[in-house]
């Protein structure tokens, strides 16, 4: 039971309340109006059969009809009846029982009413009612004719008994129908809280487990509301993690197996000529292959530096406007003393005179750099690599071709990772790349929101792409 699961069903649980006080007070509000409007109406046709009674009874002289009909209304009504002439004295009192004959005046409130009343106005009231009242009734009250003539008024005091009683047994139902209908939400809220908390205690379970860097955690919710987006998106966050994790201990196992084999080869070799296994003479030989060893850790380092500085956000970046055609050209010249040592010619085809870029004049050189060394080295000797620099659609594309023996279908998606190689030999002494030239260059060209690729066949060579937005001189330098 976690402290949301508490809130939720507590809060759930003083609005359903609230919502049940308020509608057993509206609804009580509603039958009580109901039942007075219904009363009132009872007495007012009571009022009439009396006024009615007494006309007959006057014009036959017979009492004992009108004294038989207001006892029988009074008993009704659970009432008092009475009958007040003009000059307001009460002639007779009546109840379920019998008829009082009194000689009494209306007085207090009951006189005020009794002249509103004798005017010709009718009277519907609750509240007490002159002195001979003493609880609260409900009044109504109309003049009295006989043969169109003012005979004085009439009041029927009803008592409040059949409102309460009325009143207590719709309270009584409402009562009981709000607890039944609480006692039903509360195990629907219980339900539903436990629904809605139980992606977030599952999720906190799964936090705790990341903390302690467990990122094998899947959250099995099938719900399509937010909650369930959020155990989507937790479970997926969960994926990347594992992924990072997985890919950061296979970084580390490449980067301790890329040193690894330098590192020995260079400590064979030294350790050789150490020991005297090595003849004197060879040694020009194999200190070129420890100078070799060492070029490539120092390549290997600080390409790890660069791959440091992207994740981290830090690596350098200034974007400005430049023509692309010139660095092709400059990069192509300082890659020919490698391309003639196995008679590979570098061809530099461009489609335009001048073509603008926007991106990191130095960052783009790098990419072109890895490009050209990779064409090269999988190049046959005797080859042509050809760069094909075009624009289309506001777009700059750079190409370098080679006629090497080409890239298998699983290949093009793999050499975009880190420390993947096609050529997986590990002869000490052979100059080999890092694994790393592509994916950083696949690193560089998504800074610059640029597109990256390859085309290959296998035994008809491969095409790496990069595009860049097209600038103009008249943007401005960005950091």
């Known amino acids: 039971m976690g402290k949301v699961f508490v809130k939720l069903l507590f809060i759930s649980l003083v609005i359903l309340s609230i919502a049940f006080i308020l509608i057993t007070t509206f609804v009580s509000s509603i039958f009580s109006r109901q039942f007075i409007d219904i009363k009132f109406n009872e007495l007012q046709n009571e009022a009439e059969v009396i006024n009615y ?6 014009q036959s002289s017979d009492h004992n009809i009108l004294t038989s009909i207001v006892i029988s209304a009074a008993g009704r009504n659970n009432a008092e009846v009475w009958l007040v002439d003009n000059d307001g004295n009460i002639t007779e009192i009546a109840n379920k029982n019998s008829v009082e004959t009194v000689n009494s005046k209306v007085d207090g409130e009951a006189a005020d009413i009794f002249e509103s009343v004798k005017s010709g106005e009718t009277i519907k009231r609750i509240g007490s009612f002159g002195s001979r009242t003493k609880s609260t009734v409900m009044t109504y009250g109309t003049k009295l004719t006989i043969n169109g003539e003012d005979a004085g008024v009439l009041f029927i005091n009803a008592d409040l008994f059949d409102l309460q009683t009325y009143l207590n047994s719709i309270t009584g139902q409402v009562i009981l129908s709000a607890i039944v209908s609480l006692a039903v939400a509360i195990i629907l809220i219980y339900c539903m809280a436990q629904y809605f908390t139980k992606p977030i205690v599952l999720m906190n379970k799964g936090a705790k487990k990341f ?3 467990n990122f094998d955690v899947y959250i099995d919710i099938n ?6 987006q959020l155990a989507d998106s937790f479970n997926m966050m969960a994926k990347e993690l594992k992924n990072l994790d997985d890919n950061r201990k296979r970084f580390i196992s490449d980067v301790s197996h890329e040193l690894r084999a330098p590192l020995a080869a260079i400590q064979g070799y030294i350790q050789g000529m150490n020991d005297g296994m090595i003849e004197e003479k060879d040694y020009h030989k194999y200190m070129d292959i420890v100078l070799s060893e060492t070029h490539r850790l120092n390549n290997l380092i600080n390409d790890i530096l660069d791959l440091s500085q992207i994740d981290s956000g830090t690596y350098p970046f200034h974007a400005k406007t430049f023509d692309i ?3 092709v050209k400059k990069i192509a010249k300082i890659f020919e003393g490698a391309a003639s040592a196995k008679s590979i010619e570098i061809v530099v085809e461009e489609l ?7 991106g990191d004049e130095d960052r783009i050189a790098q990419v072109i750099s890895n490009f050209l060394d990779n064409a090269i080295k999988y190049s046959e000797d005797n080859g042509i690599v050809r760069i094909l620099v075009f624009k289309k659609d506001n777009i700059a594309y750079v190409e370098v071709k080679d006629k090497g023996k080409g890239l298998s279908e699983a290949d093009c998606e793999n050499i975009w990772q880190p420390f993947f190689q096609v050529d997986k030999a590990r002869t000490p ?3 080999r790349g890092t694994g790393l030239g592509l994916f950083i260059a696949k690193s560089i060209l998504e800074q610059h929101e640029g597109e990256i690729g390859v085309l290959s066949t296998l035994g008809q060579g491969s095409t790496l792409y990069f595009t860049l937005p097209c600038g103009n001189e008249n943007i401005e330098d960005e950091d």
């Open 429 to 431: 002494g052979n100059i």
């Open 223 to 228: 719900q399509n509301d937010e909650v369930g």
């Open 53 to 58: 009674c007494l006309n007959i009874s006057t």
């Open 352 to 358: 335009e005179e001048k073509l603008l870029v926007l």
């Open 211 to 213: 903390a302690k860097g």
């Open 325 to 327: 055609i010139p660095l």
